[in-house]
């Protein structure tokens, strides 16, 4: 059975400051990986994708990806409340020829004026 | 470029009652079609995936169905609905490029 296991949350963290949202996984042999913001009553919508080991960065937001500890994480800089949703992790398990995306029960983020 | 819709958006339907939600996406050929359920305050769960027309994989055993009837045409259907099956239902294709999945807007789907 693969997994993909996040913390519900909520978390909350007032404007301004660094969110982080982690999530792990349970197939060593994962190659793709994306987070997905969802709005309460709305569809998710990609934030970020991450393949290589290390840091990716866009804009206020940054993946990081460490395949020898199955995690993968998301920081938020500078949180607005406009960041306040839930964050899905998703991993991209290989099965037959296809890439079957799977999804962690996601973390509600709650960011406070 | 292109996009992805469903519907309807909201249903109320009794137990017992029959389902159709209706998924089409435009401007891509022989997409990779899914469709996920959210229950309240829950992740997303993969019911069905499709890679060509008449090709459908089952995640769970369930009393729903899928039908692919055109290439860019995804069906989710039950003869008879649970309690159970509420939810929001989405359904999204997946860009070979990067992975990354588009959704269509969902419809909400609520068994009295």
């Known amino acids: 059975q693969k997994e993909v296991e996040q913390n519900s949350g909520p978390l909350s963290v007032p404007e301004g400051a660094i969110a982080s949202l982690n999530c792990t996984y349970s197939?060593?042999?994962?190659?793709?990986f994306f987070w997905y913001r969802q709005y309460s009553g709305k569809s998710p919508e990609l934030i970020m994708f991450?393949?290589?080991?290390g840091d990716k960065e866009d804009g206020r937001f940054t993946a990081q990806l460490n395949k020898a500890s199955q995690y993968v994480s998301l920081l938020i800089r500078d949180s607005q409340p406009s960041d306040s949703a839930t964050y899905l992790c998703?991993?991209?398990?290989?099965?037959?020829?296809?890439?079957?995306?799977?999804f962690g029960r996601g973390t509600s983020l709650i960011v406070h004026p | 470029s292109q996009t992805i819709h469903q519907w309807p958006a909201t249903l109320v339907q009794p137990v017992g009652s029959p389902l159709s939600l209706e998924c089409t996406v435009e401007?891509?050929?022989?997409?990779?079609l899914y469709w996920y359920r959210q229950a309240a305050g829950r992740g997303l769960q993969l019911l069905f995936y499709?890679?060509?027309?008449?090709?459908i994989s089952s995640e769970v055993p369930q009393n729903l169905s899928a039908s692919r009837p055109q290439d860019r045409q995804f069906i989710l259907s039950s003869k008879k609905l649970l309690l159970s099956d509420s939810g929001f239902y989405l359904c999204?294709?997946?860009?070979?490029?990067?992975?990354?999945?588009?959704f269509g807007e969902g419809s909400r789907l609520t068994v009295l």
């Open positions: 991450i393949y290589s080991n």
């Open positions: 197939d060593r042999g994962s190659q793709s």
């Open positions: 401007g891509t050929s022989n997409p990779n």
């Open positions: 998703a991993v991209n398990w290989k099965r037959g020829g296809s890439y079957i995306p799977t």
């Open positions: 999204a294709w997946k860009a070979t490029s990067t992975g990354e999945l588009f």
């Open positions: 499709s890679i060509g027309i008449g090709q």
